[in-house]
């Protein structure tokens, strides 16, 4: 029967009327307050209710322990809540693959967007003998192990864009792990370690008082805030891109228009000039994705470190 | 054989602690091309543990511990750890009410009426500054 | 703009009404905050952020502050009166305090708790105010070596914590020492001693160990007792109310070692406030004629580490405001706080807002004086808390730790945690193990850990680097010769023995 087909697309029309909230949402952050992820959610969120692109309130939550793994483990027990999303960054997707507890991966979850990439400059005391990228990787070739980096922990993209240059350049030195931002500057400037890569608003200021000097920029195109910086291609060095991200996940069981009501809601964000001045005051790039397109970027982005890790000689448990 | 005194008992206890560890630790890496390994620090302090343990064990003192009362002090415990085991399924009113309860009807045999009347005083105190005045989420 | 000038600038700021009131707020809010076990400073600062936005940054940042400093003052209430630390700085505090008030003298440590706080709180603000850039300088000097001949220095203090055994006391810092490494290698992401669980991956929250140790240790360790109406002896008379002068003259030494030693130790991007009691009570029973009985209520006891976590407050607020550099987790909030008023912290922070860092100098000599006259008369009222009988006291105890952790972490792992630590700490006390080297183990192990790995590699595997740097030697040299001092006083009892047998 004709009428039966028109029927069910009719029901299936009406039942993917948007989704729309009906009470606060939680978004689920796995910092404390004050933390990245914690800052860039409540910022979004600032943004979303200025413009009014949601109908109810939005609060963060933090679940902070374990890296990320108990934010993940507790979106993924919220399995089909239309209510809750989390902001995820780098450390939701490379934990999994070296520690056994974290078992929520982004697939495991549903992912809904991308929303900034994070690039990084590298940076040397200002009275340092290297003018070029160059110049520090010909000197570390010389002296194997003897040049040293200061930086988060083996799995930070600190060390994956160290080990990049390594493998590229055949080059070797050393990193030395701090847990604090503030101990790897002072690390740095202290003349205790010769290099790091470092965000460019942490340098920002140090920079500005002649404290510290960048020799090139781990970003696609040079940033707006340091025309003068190569990119690493630009320096020589050609290695593969693998960025720093944050974007925002949902739990896992939700229904396709909920999915399609979030994403909607983060495109029309990355949209409005207010998130394009956040960017431009905390000098990120817009790496907005949508969720099919961060699935892939999941997956291509896993294996690659995988592989990095691994050489770094990292245990890879997943 | 030597009395039973509470060195030797902790000791021993604390010796299958350091021993425990330093199985761990050999589990690890020792030593890496960077530097120490994350088994590095923890077999030393293991070794250390069952050193000291051991020290304990054959030269501790004999004096017995007074055990008497920690029937009491135990029952205690028990309730509070089955109290915070419950805070998931009832909350934290009736939860902490009923460790309230037990503490001063069970504890110190005040009259039943007393032991109530204090339970509910003190959950009621906590709302009020907790949530109320300072915001803060009760589990 | 030279000091004078900038001093008198601040005050125009810090005195306006608004100010005035942001600051009062920020020292009461402070307080209160001290004096719960569990939650701390970071959290509560926190929680304000979204809050500060609106207000002006000025008050704002006053306010803040304000709540930094005076939960240091706020944290020795608990700790004294109940064996609670209220503050992980705290801790050391419970040491002679609660022996004081044990003796009735409740109210003079609260007393010359709330002195050496004041005390020190003005030092800390006069060495941010008067050497901050030099020092920073200075600071920049240290690193992984000379941490981890710190963290030695700090260590080596078990000796002077011992008590009766030192195996026991060894046992106790060493337990700690693993506790603090469980959790995610830093350098490997290796997962140590998590037992599978996740919740354990960044390791046990040190307020947890505490206060399951001390609070709820304490509480079951008192439910022995059958019928013991009353906590503890209600200070009576005003000589126990107060400190007396010759508790004020014994304390010249603590006073002054207390805000010096916190001061310089706050400086350091990464060591605490906790680092800071732990080293003022040690060196100020290395120094003291009377070292024997500190532990059964001494009163420098308290006044050494008081003073110390008070006047690292200041010393903490140097690297953020002369570098950008946080060095601690509240400074790091505090920045966090900056950057979303749109202030770029670095070292030319001071130079483009000299209104704002002369106006929080100003601001925390005001509020010093303002706890001071907050905490001293109080000080009778908290004595009479004592008055409470056990059996309303002993389940607000507990109820105030399950609160406290729980609104700080949410987690009630942590709170499974804590009542596991409570029996670990009933039972050290049963079986007469000290408790106070566990936490200095705690507190350090992991900072210790991780300065000896990094100077390795800095080093590429040479352990010269820690004596060929002449900082660390220096500290190193200190560590060996406070492990000497047990070894001293022995021998000097011998050689006294030995003279008087000849006579």
Not at chain 2, 1 to 7: F, H
Request: a positive charge; hydrophobic letters at 50%; aromatic letters at 10%.
């Amino acid at each position: 029967m004709k009428i039966f087909p028109a029927l069910v697309t009719a029901l299936v029309a009406t039942q993917a009327q948007a989704f729309t909230p009906t009470r606060p949402i939680e978004v689920v952050v796995h910092t404390g307050p004050g933390g990245g992820s914690d800052l860039l959610a409540r910022a979004a969120v600032l943004i979303i209710e200025k413009e009014k692109l949601a109908p109810v309130r939005m609060q963060v939550v933090n679940k902070p322990g374990g890296g990320s793994t108990l934010a993940a483990a507790y979106l993924f027990e919220k399995k089909g809540d239309p209510h809750t999303i989390g902001f995820f960054t780098g450390v939701w997707l490379t934990s999994p693959i070296t520690t056994a507890e974290a078992k929520v991966t982004l697939r495991d979850l549903t992912p809904i967007a991308r929303l900034v990439l994070e690039p990084a400059v590298i940076a040397v005391k200002a009275d340092a003998p290297y003018k070029t990228l160059g110049d520090f990787v010909a000197v570390a070739k010389k002296n194997p192990g003897q040049l040293k980096q200061s930086g988060g922990s083996v799995t930070s993209r600190d060390n994956v864009v160290r080990q990049l240059l390594q493998k590229s350049s055949g080059a070797r030195w050393a990193f030395i792990s701090f847990p604090g931002g503030g101990e790897r500057i002072s690390a740095l400037l202290g003349g205790h370690v010769n290099m790091m890569v470092i965000e460019p608003s942490e340098a920002g200021e140090h920079i500005r008082a002649g404290n510290m000097r960048v020799l090139a920029q781990v970003s696609e195109k040079r940033l707006a805030g340091f025309p003068n910086a190569p990119t690493l291609k630009e320096a020589g060095f050609d290695v593969p891109s693998v960025p720093q991200v944050r974007g925002v996940v949902a739990p896992p069981g939700i229904a396709a228009d909920n999915v399609a009501y979030w994403e909607d809601i983060f495109r029309k964000l990355t949209r409005t000039a207010s998130w394009r001045k956040f960017l431009e005051d905390n000098q990120f790039e817009d790496g907005y994705q949508n969720a099919t397109e961060l699935a892939r970027f999941y997956d291509e982005f896993t294996s690659q470190m995988r592989g990095i890790l691994q050489e770094a000689g990292v245990k890879i448990v997943r | 054989m030597r009395s039973r005194s509470p060195d030797f008992w902790s000791g021993l206890a604390l010796a299958a602690l350091g021993g425990y560890i330093v199985m761990q630790a050999r589990g690890w890496d020792y030593a890496t091309e960077d530097g120490p390994g994350p088994g590095f620090f923890p077999l030393w302090y293991g070794l250390g543990i069952l050193a000291c343990a051991a020290f304990l064990v054959f030269f501790g003192k004999d004096s017995p511990a007074d055990w008497r009362g920690a029937g009491r002090a135990l029952a205690t415990w028990a309730v509070l750890a089955a109290c915070i085991a419950a805070l998931k399924f009832v909350g934290f009113a009736i939860s902490f009410a009923a460790l309230t309860f037990f503490i001063v009807a069970v504890m110190y045999r005040r009259p039943p009426g007393v032991a109530a009347l204090v339970a509910l005083g003190v959950v009621a105190g906590f709302y009020l500054v907790f949530p109320l005045a300072l915001g803060v989420a009760l589990p | 703009m030279d000091i004078a000038a900038g001093l008198l600038q601040g005050f125009a700021v810090a005195l306006q009404p608004a100010n005035l009131l942001w600051c009062f707020v920020g020292v009461l809010l402070g307080t209160v905050v001290g004096i719960m076990p569990g939650l701390g400073p970071p959290a509560t600062i926190a929680m304000l952020l979204p809050i500060t936005a609106l207000m002006n940054p000025a008050g704002a940042m006053i306010m803040l502050a304000g709540i930094y400093y005076g939960a240091k003052y706020g944290g020795s209430t608990t700790s004294i009166l109940l064996n609670v630390p209220g503050e992980s700085a705290s801790v050391v505090t419970c040491l002679d305090g609660y022996a004081m008030a044990r003796k009735g003298r409740a109210g003079a440590a609260l007393g010359i708790a709330a002195i050496a706080s004041f005390i020190a709180g003005t030092v800390g603000v006069l060495g941010l105010m008067l050497v901050a850039p030099p020092l920073a300088r200075f600071a920049l000097a240290f690193s992984a070596p000379e941490y981890f001949a710190l963290m030695a220095f700090g260590l080596s203090m078990v000796v002077l914590l011992a008590g009766r055994s030192m195996a026991k006391a060894l046992l106790a810092m060493l337990v700690g020492l693993w506790i603090a490494g469980i959790g995610t290698d830093l350098f490997t992401s290796t997962s140590r001693f998590t037992f599978g669980r996740m919740e354990l991956l960044s390791g046990i929250d040190f307020v947890v160990v505490a206060i399951g140790i001390f609070a709820i240790g304490e509480v079951l360790a008192n439910l022995e007792a059958r019928e013991e109406p009353q906590l503890l002896p209600v200070p009576k008379g005003l000589r126990n109310l107060l400190p007396t002068m010759q508790d004020l003259r014994d304390c010249r030494f603590a006073f002054a070692q207390g805000s010096v030693i916190g001061f310089l130790v706050g400086v350091l991007p990464g060591a605490g406030s906790t680092i800071a009691s732990f080293i003022s009570y040690g060196v100020e029973k290395a120094f003291s004629r009377r070292r024997e009985e500190f532990g059964s209520g001494v009163i420098e006891g308290v006044a050494a580490p008081e003073g110390a976590n008070n006047s690292e407050t200041g010393g903490a607020l140097v690297p953020l405001l002369t570098l950008g550099i946080p060095g601690s987790g509240t400074t790091a909030i505090l920045l966090a706080a900056l950057v979303l008023w749109g202030f770029r912290p670095g070292p030319l922070f001071i130079a483009e807002n000299p209104n704002l860092f002369w106006g929080l100098v100003a601001s925390m000599y005001i509020g010093n004086v303002m706890l001071l006259i907050l905490n001293l008369p109080l000080v009778p009222l908290f004595a009479q808390v004592l008055r409470t009988p056990v059996y309303v006291l002993y389940p607000l105890i507990l109820g105030v730790s399950i609160v406290g952790i729980y609104a700080s972490s949410g987690s009630l792992f942590d709170l499974m945690l804590l009542s596991g630590f409570g029996l670990f700490g009933y039972l050290m006390r049963k079986l007469d193990y000290p408790s106070a080297p566990l936490i200095l183990g705690l507190v350090l192990g992991g900072a210790m850990e991780r300065a000896l790995r990094q100077s390795l590699m800095m080093s590429e595997g040479s352990l010269t680097i820690l004596v060929s740097r002449p900082i660390s030697a220096v500290m190193l040299s200190f560590a060996l010769l406070i492990l000497l001092v047990p070894l001293f006083s022995r021998f000097n009892s011998w050689r006294l023995r030995a003279l008087e047998q000849k006579d």
